[in-house]
Each structure stands twice: as C-alpha cells, then as structure tokens.
C-alpha cells in the first residue's frame, strides 16, 4: 500500500510542470555573479576636484565601462555589439564620454555620472581603414570645439553637444590617410596631417567652424612612409620610412612642410629595423630598436638626439602636463619578481619625480600597458597613480607604492572550461563545529522560520542570509558529501589557468601558462588528464593545458601538466608540433593517466604521454581508433583511420600516420556547413529503454559515435534580412563517424542559420531561424532503435529469443527511426547546453542562453516529439504537455534570475554527486555560477527545510503523550477507586 | 508543487496587466548621403511608468538588437533608438530589458518605396502603424513569498500531525464518553485478558 501510495505521488510530482524558481532572499545563496570588463585597451582619467574619482575604459571585449578609482568597481559599463570594435574613447566637455567604434562609423557619446546614452551618430565611409578620435581638450565648458573623427576615407567634425555632423570632408577620392589632427589650443583652424599612398604628406589646414580648407600643402618622400607616427609637438611629427630604417622629421610650420632625415645608425650603432612605440611624449619619441628602446629627443630645428635609453621590457605611458610647462610619463621595467615605477620629467631625463618598487605576482606575466595620471597633494606637490595593464590582462592601481586595487579581466575571455573536485577532508575538521551551541543553532532556525513565515524583520534578513552562508560552509577547500564543493578550472585566452571555487567564485589558485619556444602562448583547451579513482589514490588530480605559440594552426603547440590541488606546473613540453585536434581516448593507464592523440596540420597523430606502458595500451587498441576532421570551407567530413608509424624521417614511436577511411561531401553551391557537434563524452545514460504509455517500449539508439551536422544554402548562411524565404534552406543531418553512414537527414525549407545545437542521450535540439514565419523554431530529433523493437514480447526474453545479448557494434548497419517536432520561440539564442547529473536518472533541462545574456531553464518534457494536441489520460499521467505553438518562456526559470551574464559566450555544466543536482557555469565578459535540481532536490532536503518546525512539533508530540498519559492515569485511578 | 501553481496564476495575472495598447511605427528615413540600398530605422521604446513590479525603468540597461545580434544600439534618454545602414529586406528587431518581456518586431523596410518601412510584432502578429515598442508582459524573476498564513502552516506535513494529535487528545475521550460504560468494561477485560498492552503500560513510569 505505501509502495503504492509512494508511486502515486512520484507520478503526481512527475506530471507537475518542474520549474526552476527561486524566492528573492535565496538568490546568492547557491549562485555567483562576477562582473568583467576584459583587457583594457584605452584609459581616460576624470579626476575632478568635485565628484567621484573615475577612470573610463574601452576593452578588447568591446566594453566600454566607468570605473571607480579607489575601489575599482564598476560604476556603469556597456558591451556593444561583437562586430562593434572600439577604437577611441574620450571625454567631451567634461561631462560625455565620447566611443568611436565599427571602424570609425559609429560615435556615441555617454553621460559620464550615470552611463545613459546621450546621442549616437552614424558616419559614413567608404572602406575599411584605421579611425582615429580626436576630442579637443577645451578648458573653457561653454565653448564647443567640435570633435574630430577619421574613418573611411572622410573626415568628420561632430558637435559634442548633440552629435551633430557640423561638416565632413571626402578624402576617399584621393586616397588621403589621416594620421594626426592637431588643434592648437584657442585657434579654430586644424591641422589635418596625413598620407596618400603613403609616399606624400600632405598637411590640411581646415577651418574647424565651418570645414573650410584653408591650406593644403602637400610633399612627395620618395623612400615612401611605413605608417608608423609619432607627433612630438604641435608642429612637427616622426614617421618611419618604408625600409624602416630611417627617421623622417616632418614639420609644418605655418603651413610650410619640410622633411629632415635622420637614420636610425646615426643614432644606435649596429641598428636592425626600428619601430615607433605608440606612447606620446613631447618633444620626444620613444623607438625601439636592438631590443632597447630608445629616447630621441627632437630638437627646435628637427634635430634628433638620443637621450636615453631603456631595456627591452619597459613599458610606457603618454606623457601629461605636470606643473609650469613641464610634461612628465611614467616607465615600468620588471626586475625579477618586483616591477619599478618611475616618472621622470621628458625635458630632464635625469630628474625623477618618483621612483616605486612594488612586489609583483610572477602570474601576472609582464607590464604591457601603462596609463599615468597626476594629482596635487595636500603640500602643493604632485602625486602620481598609474593604471597598468599585465600581459595576463589585468589591471591594477598602483599609487604610493602599493597595489591599491587589482582586477583579474583575463577572466573576461575564458576559452575553455573543466571541473575538478577538491581534495578530501582530513580528519579533526568537521562540518559540525561551524554550529556552536545549541541555543545558536536553534536560534538561527527560529530566524529561518521567522524568513519563511514573513515575519523577519530587515535586520533578520541580513541575519539569515549571513547565517545562511556560514552555516551550509560552503566555501571550504575540502570535498563535501554532496559534491556541492568543486573547482571550477576556465583557461583564459591570454593563456592564465585559473581555479574559481564553487562556493563563492573566489580564485583559490592562478597559473600562468610559459613556454621556452616562444615568450607567452595562448591557451586553446583542457583537458582531464588524471583523476584518481582506483588505482594510484595518492597522486593529486591534474589537468592537461594546450596552447600554441601564436594563433596560427599551425603554430607549434606547448601542452603544461597542472596540478589542480596546488596549481603548480608538474612538467610542460613544447611538442614541436601543430595542434589542431586533441582527442582523448576512453583509455588510461596504471597510474590513470588518460591516453591523448594530438592531431597535427601535416596529418600525423601523436599519443601522449609518452611512455612504452601508453603505447602497448595503444597497440592494443591500434584498429579500433576512429576519428573525423570537420572541412567547414569546403564542405568535407572525413573519417580517419590509424595505419602505421611514422616512417623514417623522424624516429618517433609514438608518432603515427592515418589514412582517410570515409568522406562525406556536401555540394558546395548548395549546402554550407554552419554547425557540428557531437556528444559529450563523459555523459551517463541511466537507461537504453523508453516505456510508452501504452506499455510499448522504445529503445533509445545511444552511441557515441553520433555526429550532428547542420548545412544552409550558401547564400542563406549570412544575416537575418539578406536573403529571402525562397533562396534559403536549412538541412540536418545525423551521421556515424565511424562508418560516415548518414542515419537521418532533415531539411527545412525557407530556414536558415545562425542553427544552435544540443546533442544528449538519443536527441539533438537545435534552433534556427524560420524565414517564412519570420520567428525563431526549436526542433527536438530523438533517434530509436529499430533493431531492438521487437524484443518486446515477455517470453521472447524467457526463451532466449531475444538479441539483447547480441553484441552492438558500429561496423553494422543500424536500423534506426526519428521522431521529431518543431516549436516557435521568441528570442535569439547565443547559446544552448543541456544539464547533467551523476547517474543520469534525473529529468532533463535544457539551458538556453539567450541574446539578452539570460539563462532560460525549459523542461526537456517542453521539446518531446510525442507532445500532442489533446493528450491521452494516460499520456498526461506520464507527463506529456499538450502541444503549443510555441515554448514558454516562464520569467521564474531564468537561472540567471535578475544578473546578466554579459557577453555570453558558453554554458557548462557538470554533475555533483547528488543525483538531483547539477553544477551551473556560464561565462562570457561576465560568469556566473549556480546549482540546479531540474525535478527539485528529491534527495536531500531544501535550505528552506524548517527545523525548528520539526523540532516544536516533536515538543508538541512528548507534551501531548505526556498529557494524554497524565490524563489517562488519572482516569484510571479513578476508575480503581470506583 | 505549491510554487509552481503560484507561478502560473502569477502568469496569468500579468497576462491580465497587459495593456492592450500596442502601436508601432517605423520611420522611413533614408541616409541622404549614403549608398542607394541602405536606410535608417528609427523608432521608440516605452516603458510604463508605473508596473506591478517597480522595476526602475532604466533605459540605459537596455539593448537594442537588429537581426540577433548583428547590431546592437542602445536607448538615448527620450527612448528612441536608430539602426543605421540597413538594407532593405525583412529584418528582426528584439529589445531586451530586464524585467520585461518584448516581443520580437518583424521589419520589411521596402527598397521599392525608399526605405519604408512595414512593422509587424511576430508573437502577436499584430501589425503596427508606429514604431513605440512596448513591454509585452513584465517579469518578475523572484518568486513571491506569500503572506503568513495559518492554512498554510496547518497544511503542512508536520501541521497535519499537529491537527491529528488535538483530534486523538481532545475528540477521542469524547467518544469514549459516548460508549457505553458497561460495553466499554467488557471490552477493557477483554483487552486485559489478550494482554493488550494499554497506553499507561507503555510509558515506564506507568508502573
């Protein structure tokens, strides 16, 4: 009976609609939010006497953000668009922030208190070319001088007031490159300087009010120019001639141009190629020559002289206006694990204004940006801070000699992602003694009731939500039981490996990757590459990091061991190879090491590690090892295959040639490959077998070696917008990669891409884009096995005349059938990622993330191909929906609740050792960690769960059995005296 | 199970707060000076300004985003908001605000007729004579705590068993008193002799 009871209430609990919600007082509990801005690229100080303190920054995550100078917060910030790159930021009359973007194209203008867009103008050009922002530096507020923009071939003035476009010039007819616009202070006319093909200055002069051309004067240098400029007042510039061996002095004084050359070995004896560093100083260029870097000071006459010079890793600032006409900058060189910051006076190299040596997290790699600015201090003096960019992308505020704050933005460009548990708890340190006594621990439960039952007061709140928190202790660095506690390990693209714990999202280790080959790889993926489980219980889990010396595929690649316990390197190699596909296979030797092939451009595959016991496992297996390349450009999947080691030239075990076993072709003038994707490996499947509701059973075609591929018409593979229902199709197809056999192919007319793609269990999901109804669809494909139908009959399995113990294999062709079904929904989506719990028993969700930077939790039981119109009885108590149009997009299952996660990029999601619970990571500019229970915590009690409630009801219980007992006895004697 | 009820109504009930008033309209404003083929759409997000939720209306969270995602813009403090350079065809437009929920407008900006512009909302196909986009629905991303409520507590697992006891304790000896004594000793012999042990026998101190 109770079985049943029990049956009957799963059912009931099955068939609700599961929705992820969370109460207002919870969010933080389980999650993280952290909030990044990514490298910077471009710093503007605003350090008025009045107001707040604020640095505004443009990144190379397209973000344009408003810091805070004492703290380094964020006071307001913007992610533009991915293809809306910024390339110059400013402030305009003191109170707009002014970005440039899209290559000159787009000028925005921002309120600098609050970050609300004030007025946004498009610019028109022609081409693609460098841009350049100039925004005038008027003391006077009341005067408008216009701002300057060059991009594509015009010149444009823009008020700064509204935006308007006061007047343009088109250059694009003669060729004209703008390199500098100088605005003498006080003066309405500009001085516009530039190339034309880079062989000819050509200076403008140019009536800044009303865009007239006052002068032009114009100079043909016959070595012709390189491009590189560097302006040392306002009448003269550097440039580098096209050999890049000689300096070019070009003033333009009253309008007259005149070239002086000087060569670079007048200057540095034994001189290579020079090169102009970017920082601004005045009367004075910084070139970099020999590995030095040098100071040349320009004289009155355009006379260079080498004032000074710096070891190579010197970084630079522009140089600023310091008290009575005097410019100062600031240099930061490393010395050993300590970088010196110093500013100097440009016109007396000799006279240092400050010298700081601050102690340096070898981590952080090496200074490459610098920004300075200046403040006057109580005595009159002048105070400098300094705003420096590391080579792991993070900023940090030196001042006084001390690293006020610090920013780890290399976390803003996560590349991949793995998780990794925390080593196990010793003894004498238990969860217990987080509750002291008991009267505490009662206490706080009386306050949790109070939460529940809304009667907290807002002080309570903060009260509960800090015992919350130190009670679940959640933030050790040892493992707990219900695997809540974990590492999360994200490579960053400036190839930094960090280790965030789950708990709180703080970083537990940092490592950053280092090579002999070249001075800072990138990091491209990870890896598991030992995780003790039997055997070899006493070595620590470590993961594999691979990077490559540059960003060509072709460039060799560097693979580091790290240890994930301590975050210390055990051994990195430089494999002397390209990486292009890493494949781990599903086997490891005595110590657990997971056996990798690398594969690399000139088609050979390597086995790591590299040891004879590896390499027996490998011969083992040498005919069952299958792979497939994905050719997006020419619309080729090949399967491969191992032949043989590789021959004679390099003597090399564990070096094998391949040879292509299958190709699949997809015709190029109608068919472009847009999406592939496969499952995870490490996924669990619960169980093969599906039960209908009418006790039918389906056999879910589970196999590893499932690719699904998504191919538009060429023309349909560019923008919503430019192409017409009729001109576009969309296909899927579903294909084993280990005999390249396709199992389904499913074509969508009038659709086209971006497709976004899930692949779990037997089913893809994936969302495109319906021209015809102009709305985004989701379509679900579940695959089943054919073959295995008929073994439904019960003495069929009794008598042994079923095939379930016939051996399944990929060479055989399989009989499969699809179901499918296709929904309408209402956003653009970035990207999709399907939960993943330990056993996988627990219902599935899928996490859309969509263009709004939200994460939508849907119900797989949403996209389920045997959802109907009107179902059964009997289909409803199994929990199938009645079909809509469209999937619900329900506000209480965005796990993202009220964040962002701006600039989103990718979802992971791992198991805990809870079956009901799944970890949550999304990253992008922002991450963001939670925990979900798709069918609600089942296993485990809540937070919610309130103990005292149990415990006043227990108390109620004794004193009622006490009562009823005192009751009774007295009856009875009673009853005696009768 | 109780929160996910809760969270339907509460769908239901901004369902019900949805004013019915949707107009929309696209400007045709072509660039003078650019190419033949691409054109300005401008129009106009508006926000109520009391919700049920008071969410802060801050047009400064807000995105705008052309044909997802291939061009974003932003809201200027009037609320409009402008795609530069489009070219003609049948575009999407998505508006993204937290706490509020926009139907994607579907945009036909005609090369035949200079840049005008048709706007349709594609989840209520409703078509719109003035580019004003406005929230479809509100959302609330939180659940709601209800009200302290003695239902509530007294139908809960451990407030049943509460309930159970009073009914044993208080009701129970009151049915006792309606048996008949003569009954109720025959049936207490009887329970002797089975050695039945009484409730008094099992608590130690009964003795």
Redesign the interface.
Known sequence: MAIRVFLLLLL??SS????F?????Q?GLADWHQRYIGKVKHAVFHTQKTGRKRVIVSTEENVVASLDLRHGEIF?R?V?????AIDGVGIALGKYVITLSSEG??L?AWNLP???????T?L?SAHHSKSLLSVPINLKVDKDYPITVFGGGYLHAVSAIDGEVLWEKDFTAEGFEVQRVLQPLGSTVIYVLGFVNLSEAVVYQIDSKIGEVVAQKSMVFPGGFSGEISSVSSDKVVVLDSKKSILVTIGFIDGDISFQKTPVSDLVENSGNAEILSPLLSNMLAVKVNKRTIFVKVGGEGKLEVVDSLSDETAMSDSLPVADDQEAFASVHHEGSKIHLMVKLVNELDNVLLRETIQMDQHRGRVHKVFMNNYIRTDRSNGFRALIVMEDHSLLLLQQGAIVWSREEGLASVTDVTTAELPVEKDGVSVAKVEHTLFEWLKGHVLKLKG????ASPEDVVAIQELRVKSSGKNKLTRDHNGFRKLILALTRAGKLFALHTGDGRIVWSMLLKSQACERPNGISLYQWQVPHHHAMDKNPSVLVVGRCGSDSSAPGVLSFVDVYTGKKITSSDIGHSVVQVLPLPFTDSTEQRLHLIADTVGHVHLYPKTSEALSIFQREFQNIYWYTVGADDGIIRGHVMKSSCSGETADEYCFTTRELWTVVFPSESEKIISTLTRKPNEVVHTQAKVNTDQDLLYKYVSRNLLFVATVSPKGAG????V?PEESSLVVYLIDTITGRILHRLSHQGCQG?VHAVFSENWVVYHY?N?R????EVTVVEIYDQSRAENKNVWKLILGKHNLTAPITSYSRPEVFTKSQSYFF???V?TIAVTSTAKGITSKQLLIGT???QILALDKRFVDPRRTLNPSQAEKEEGIIPLTDSLP????S?VT??H?VEGLKGIVTAPSKLESTTHVFAYGVDLFYTRLAPSKTYDSLTDDFSYA??LI?IV??VA??Y???A???KK?LSEKWR | MAPILRSTSLLALFVCHISLFFCFFVSNLPISSGSEDSYTITGRVRIPASTVIGHAAKFSNIKVILNGGQNVTFLRPDGYFTFHKVPAGTHLIEVYAMGYFFSPVRVDVSARHHGKVQATLTETRRSLTELVLEPLRPEQYYEMREPFNVMAIAKSPMGLMVGFMVVVVFLMPKLMENIDPEEMKSAQEQMRSQGVPSLTSLLPASR
């Open positions: 009931f609990l609700a609609i599961v929705s919600s969370l109460y207002e007082d969010a307001w913007h533009l668009g991915t293809k809306d194209s787009t925005r609050d970050g609300q867009m004030v007025w946004e498009a028109s529940s039952l809304l009667l923008e919503i917008g430019s017409t971006p884009f021209l109804a102009h709305k985004y209402a956003q653009s970035k263009i709004g930077d997009i329900i506000p209480q965005y609740h009220s962002r409630l149990l009801t109620a219980l009622a059995i009562i009823t007992w009751l009774s006895e009875e």
